[in-house]
């Protein structure tokens, strides 16, 4: 496997994972538009986490990670930490 993980190509390494796999990450308010360009401004300081598709496209945000993590549940996606 590590073989084909060498050869692999970068569009195929970023859908590893789609329809399946949902990156759940903590961000700050201040950096919520970098993810989601559509939010609302927001006040600054606010901790906020996000729920991600494997690619990396925003799926949901909430001041709730119990509610990040019941949404990804709901939706048939394996939660994922990321740092």
Do not use: C
Request: net charge negative; aromatic share 4%.
């Amino acid at each position: 496997m590590t073989d084909n993980l060498k050869t692999m190509h970068e569009e195929a390494f970023a859908q590893l994972g789609d329809g399946h796999v949902a990156y759940i990450r903590q961000l700050r308010s201040e950096d919520v538009n970098h993810l989601f360009p559509t939010a609302p401004q927001m006040a600054g300081g606010l901790k906020l986490w996000a729920l991600l598709g494997a690619d990396g496209s925003p799926i949901m945000l909430s001041d709730s990670r119990d509610a990040i993590l019941a949404n990804a549940v709901e939706n048939e996606l394996t939660p994922v930490s990321v740092h």
